[in-house]
């Protein structure tokens, strides 16, 4: 088979961004970031690094001294302990003790940030949903929880109200999220659409197989605005109710494109 | 502009390569080992590792425990240096104490090799030109002379003839092949084209605008298979003598396809 001897995607000049996970077969951020920086114009790409964690303390610091190195995203297991990689948090990552990108400034230092509750709020951006004074329920203060309330307590929205099966954890994030934003009204309280404009959704109820919803309901007021963080399936049980009620949606995968969005403009802030 | 929010090229799966070197934009594995890797079938990318002298020792190490890199080429200046990190040396690299190539095998462990020598030989091989039996003069004893000395010398050629204007030179690659490969006749010798049935230029005499050849002569014999390890320009100076003499003629761009071959062969050997 005769084929070109080049690929027209790759050159010494190309500039390399990583994703750092264990496993990491799943991720999909190579695919979808590299086309994001390519469709901007930057000769750049984002591959796949399997590192262990055994691994990961001493491999880290050394990777970061690779000067074609442009940024690293994080993924299981590592947002928390990458922290200790940057020299500088964005205001998010200081909320929620993780970050998932660490970019490269015009110091050739590092600045570390979480996007996915960023990615949240891009979505919502980006189909011209308002958040600011909005009464916001969200369910689940976990990983994703935590970077959501994080992101929409900066969007100004009339109250953020956190649910948690584990109580403690939805207190403990409200009093972080207050904390850092001391205007916002956060607080934990229970799962109830009483009085609620917006319901998210970032739990894993509803995930793959799950036929469950994150909340006990056979219908949704027609007015709600329900967002779900889950990427798999597209349509969760609770979007299909909530699509059937004539509620506006949201889904996880604009999540996943906002947030990509976000992290390429901080990796080309150079800031 | 809309564009498509995934490439093709790359996913969780993408098995990693790199070339590291300083500097390393002037590099071309990155578009041409890639290509050949993919037009092989291969989910693999080889990428552009800008590591400086001082990182080099406490970064190499670290990098070869990334589970998901396949191999790594080196390029000026670390093919000696290179070495350290090989559980096991190919018998070209033991003569030459230089390598260009790592790659994982079965087993986790890595493998070095030099593969400038064999890419001339595998040019050779791809035009039908035996060197078997031939009596060869080889015109340089510096990086590229040596690692092609020491992949000719297991072509059984009749003779081999190193000239070098450092004679101490020519005589140390000399007596290192010869060791190495105790059946093959090498030696070091006065630069003549009297007898030889095949003339390498392994120096820079020639390279970019350098209108000088490594051997003073007005015509070359019709006989004669003339090689220059030269890639830029193409066709340098000596080359177009030949073709002018009528002689064969083999280009040092053929020598790089012949490489990249060789050395994606032993990337995915998993001997």
Redesign the interface.
């Known amino acids: ?1 005769e ?12 500039r ?1 961004f990583g ?1 750092v996970g264990d496993p ?9 970031i ?3 920086m ?2 901007r114009g930057h000769d750049a ?8 964690p055994a ?1 990961f303390d ?2 880290l610091p ?2 970061l ?4 190195l442009g940024g690293l995203v994080f993924t299981i297991p590592y947002k928390a302990r990458a922290c200790a990689l940057a020299s500088e948090l964005g205001p998010q990552a200081r909320i929620v003790n993780a970050i998932n990108a660490l970019a490269r400034d015009a110091q050739d230092r590092w600045r570390g940030e979480i996007f996915d509750g960023q990615g949240c709020v891009e979505a919502f951006r980006r189909r011209g949903i308002a958040l600011r004074g909005k009464r916001v329920m969200l369910v689940g203060a976990g990983g994703a929880g935590s970077a959501i309330a994080a992101a929409v307590a900066f969007e100004a929205p009339a109250s953020l109200t956190i649910f948690d099966a584990d109580v403690a954890r939805s207190r403990s994030l409200a009093a972080a999220v207050m904390r850092a934003v001391p205007d916002a009204r956060v607080s934990a309280g229970a799962l109830t659409l009483d009085g609620i404009d917006v319901l998210l959704n970032a739990t894993p109820v509803g995930m793959l197989d799950d036929p469950r919803m994150p909340i006990e309901a056979h219908a949704l007021p027609r007015g709600l605005v329900v967002f779900d963080a889950i990427v798999k399936p597209e349509c969760t049980p609770l979007l299909a109710l909530a699509e059937r009620c004539g509620c506006t949606t949201v889904r996880g995968r604009e999540m996943m ?1 906002g947030q990509i969005a976000r992290m390429v403009d901080f990796f080309f802030a150079r800031g």
């Open positions: 088979m084929s070109p001897d080049q690929v027209d995607y790759l050159s010494g000049k190309t390399v994703i990491i077969e799943q991720v999909r951020s190579p695919e979808m590299t086309a994001e390519t469709s790409v984002l591959v796949p690094m399997h590192v262990l691994d001493a491999f050394q990777l001294r690779m000067r074609n494109r």
